[in-house]
């Protein structure tokens, strides 16, 4: 996907992943989960994908920011989870440039893990369903940004 722009890959400095990681994480698991709610409702989530997650717990952790969330889905519903569990179902880590590249689809995460750039950890099956569910996304294209002259 071509937006006009491109994130390079980039690692903030160590001082933020050190000074993130005592920072309290629950803000980011309750943020995630209601972001996938709001997804989830609005349909942009298929529902018969949903149900495959039930009763599964997820960590996503920034390593460079060194902040992370976690969530479980739970009666249909995304659920922050307010401590990190120990062995979670589906763990993903990278870098933030990495989750943006995702995010704009700039990168897919095949290329990012092949790369080292993304580590996927726990049930294959379940990470595979998850990749499988966020690239059948169809994202609206993105507003151009405005070009300002002076």
């Known amino acids: 996907m071509n937006n006009g ?17 005592h920072l309290p994480q629950w803000p980011h698991s309750l ?9 989830a409702k ?6 018969d994908n949903l149900a495959q997650l039930e009763g599964r717990c997820f960590v996503i952790e920034v390593l460079d920011v060194g902040g992370q969330a976690s969530f479980n889905y739970y009666k249909g519903i995304f659920r922050p989870l307010f401590k990190v569990p120990e062995v979670p179902d589906l763990c993903f880590r990278a870098n ?25 950890v726990g049930d294959t099956e379940l990470g595979l369903l998850v990749k499988n ?18």
Do not use: C, Y
């Not at 943020?31 to 709001?38: I, M, R, V, W």
């Not at 943006?100 to 990168?107: N, S, T």
């Not at 569910?133 to 002076?150: G, N, Q, S, T, Y």
């Open 5 to 21: 722009f491109s994130i390079p890959r980039f690692r903030l400095p160590i001082l933020v992943s050190a000074i993130g990681a």
């Open 31 to 39: 943020a995630l989960a209601t972001a996938l709610n709001a997804a």
């Open 42 to 47: 609005l349909g942009v989530l298929p529902a």
């Open 96 to 120: 933030l440039s990495a989750f943006l590249q995702l995010l704009v689809r700039q990168e897919d995460p095949d290329t990012l893990f092949f790369n080292r750039e993304l580590s996927i």
């Open 133 to 150: 569910m966020l690239d059948a996304i169809e994202w609206p294209p993105l507003p151009k940004a405005p070009i300002f002259r002076h």
